[in-house]
């Protein structure tokens, strides 16, 4: 049973902007806060952006004023606004639940010119 399942990553050079989706089973997505993590190779996943059903949002200080976490709750989608991307924020970015369930496949974003 497929639950979280991301898409938009991509090749993109520095300065560069991405959009991250991530579809979530109703089941989950209802009433729960979503949040975005990544993780670069030999390093732990961490948390990136979330935000609750209400529309309130947090986001790492190193990520702050470039990206943008938002839900469509009519979709059970979450997205993730990736502007000036830099080669630091390269990694596989996975969307969840909290409390976290089952981890997707996640989307590689890779930032380099």
């Known amino acids: 049973q497929v639950q979280l399942v991301e898409s938009g990553g991509g090749l993109v050079q520095p300065g560069g902007s991405l959009k991250l989706s991530c579809a979530v089973s109703r089941s989950i997505f209802s009433g729960a806060v979503m949040g975005w993590y990544r993780q670069a190779p030999g390093k732990q996943r961490d948390l990136v952006a979330t935000i609750t059903v209400g529309g309130s949002r947090n986001y790492a200080d190193s990520v702050k004023g470039r990206f943008t976490i938002s839900r469509d709750n009519a979709l059970n989608t979450v997205y993730l606004q990736m502007n000036s991307l830099k080669p630091e924020d390269t990694a596989v970015y996975y969307c969840?639940?909290?409390?976290?369930?089952?981890w997707g496949q996640g989307t590689q974003v890779t930032v380099s010119s």
């Open positions: 969840n639940s909290f409390p976290n369930v089952s």
